[in-house]
């Protein structure tokens, strides 16, 4: 099972979003560039996350989008669904892949499917941004982007 790239890059993006934003809204061209995901697809993603009240934009000069909630009330898993991104192993989704009933195997994959999304959503934006591994990852691209974190890259 892999996540498409839709969910990835929403994820992506509002982690990006949660470390800069603590300094004013953030421009989806600064994300698009930094994190090099494409502007367009941005702007249908954001569209999405924006209905799921995960952002809100900012208008006028300094404008872009922020965070419409705290960073530790924000799942991972919320922002795959806010994406119509669906965590699913199964052999079709529904119980009649065989034929008008469930398969053999049909059990083992929903029960993989629950499991993927129970991790995904117990997991913040916070937690994960807190994380040794991530902050390494952000001081190394902010670093390579000449971007600056607002104080401390804990977003608590």
Same mark, same amino acid.
């Given at each position: !099972?892999?996540?498409?790239? /839709?969910?990835?890059?929403?994820?992506?993006? !509002?982690?990006?979003?949660?470390?800069?934003a *603590?300094?004013?809204?953030?421009?989806?061209?600064?994300?698009?560039?930094?994190?090099?995901?494409?502007?367009?697809?941005?702007?249908?993603?954001?569209?999405?996350?924006?209905? /799921?009240?995960?952002?809100?934009?900012?208008?006028g000069?300094?404008?872009?989008?922020?965070?419409?909630r *705290?960073?530790?009330? $924000?799942?991972?898993?919320? $922002?795959?669904?806010?994406?119509?991104? /669906?965590?699913?192993?199964?052999?079709?989704?529904?119980?009649?892949?065989?034929?008008?009933? *469930?398969?053999?195997?049909?059990?083992?994959?929903?029960?993989?499917? /629950?499991?993927?999304?129970?991790?995904?959503?117990?997991i913040?934006?916070?937690?994960?941004?807190?994380?040794?591994?991530?902050?390494?990852? $952000?001081?190394?691209?902010?670093? !390579?982007?000449?971007?600056?974190?607002?104080?401390? $890259?804990?977003?608590?």
């Amino acid at each position: !099972m892999r996540l498409s790239t /839709k969910g990835r890059y929403a994820v992506t993006a !509002m982690m990006d979003l949660a470390i800069h934003a *603590p300094g004013g809204p953030v421009t989806l061209a600064d994300i698009s560039r930094c994190q090099s995901i494409s502007l367009s697809y941005l702007e249908q993603l954001f569209s999405r996350l924006r209905r /799921k009240d995960l952002v809100r934009g900012v208008r006028g000069p300094g404008g872009g989008y922020v965070l419409a909630r *705290p960073a530790s009330d $924000i799942t991972i898993a919320a $922002i795959v669904a806010a994406v119509d991104e /669906k965590v699913d192993a199964t052999c079709g989704g529904d119980a009649d892949c065989d034929e008008q009933s *469930p398969c053999l195997t049909h059990d083992l994959w929903c029960g993989l499917s /629950k499991r993927i999304y129970e991790f995904l959503d117990s997991i913040s934006l916070e937690e994960f941004l807190n994380r040794p591994s991530i902050q390494a990852v $952000i001081r190394r691209q902010d670093a !390579m982007h000449n971007r600056s974190t607002i104080g401390s $890259i804990s977003v608590r």
